[in-house]
């Protein structure tokens, strides 16, 4: 079993719609990134939050440190936001180095 | 700002070959990252270097070598290139060393498509 996982793999909805992907991981960490990865294969870093919620514009990321578990929520979706969002973790004794979830390829449809 | 730059964009090699993928960043971070992507496995980390002057092995070290050659730059090397080494590079840094202020976000240079036949 990955530390990390990401559900759904895959999500297609239609313009306008809420969209929740979810990030569940098995380690204690300090810190948990949301990342954006668009078809022209650039990665961007979307939020990074050890507690409670941020918010971007549209995008929303809560995380719940005793359930190890994360969502990453878009509000009024919008084709633009296509892209593969990627959950990583700082674990509490990995020093540096992160690790990542597999990664969830949306596709929003006009 | 250019952030994290990477050179190439993209390479073919011969099985065998030899080449370096470049990163350097203007950002003062210090720590640096090499990941390689491939379908339906996310990123994985190559090599990292926490500060400028040291460098650890990550998940697939195997076949590649790394130079931290400064703070802004830190090399990737493919000493005899292998079809097992075609995927997409990614270079990263973000600041902290590893010992404290680690949780900081991310920065990715744009990407390496490299195919070794």
């Known amino acids: 079993k990955n530390e990390v996982e990401q559900s759904p793999q895959n999500l297609t909805a239609q313009e306008g719609e809420f969209i929740t992907i979810n990030c569940s991981y098995s380690v204690g960490i300090s810190a948990l990134h949301w990342l954006q990865q668009h078809p022209g294969g650039g990665i961007v870093s979307l939020f990074m939050l050890s507690s409670g919620k941020k918010k971007h514009g549209r995008l929303i990321a809560t995380i719940n440190i005793q359930e190890k578990h994360s969502s990453l929520h878009i509000t009024a979706s919008h084709p633009r936001d296509s892209a593969v969002y990627i959950c990583a973790v700082d674990g509490e004794t990995s020093g540096s180095r992160l690790t990542f979830g597999e990664g969830t390829q949306l596709t929003v449809n006009p | 700002n250019a952030g994290v730059t990477q050179t190439p964009k993209f390479q073919v090699l011969k099985t065998g070959q030899s080449m370096t993928l470049q990163c350097a960043q203007d950002?003062?971070?210090?720590?640096m990252y090499w990941y390689r992507q491939d379908p339906g496995m996310g990123l994985r980390l190559i090599y990292y270097s926490a500060s400028e002057g040291t460098t650890d092995k990550g998940e697939v070290p195997n076949g590649y070598n790394v130079s931290r050659l400064n703070k802004r730059e830190f090399s990737l090397r493919l000493e005899s290139a292998a079809p097992s080494q075609t995927s997409v590079y990614f270079c990263a840094s973000r600041s902290g060393d590893g010992r404290s202020s680690y949780n900081s976000p991310l920065h990715f240079g744009n990407g390496t498509r490299l195919t070794v036949t």
């Open positions: 950002m003062n971070h210090n720590s």
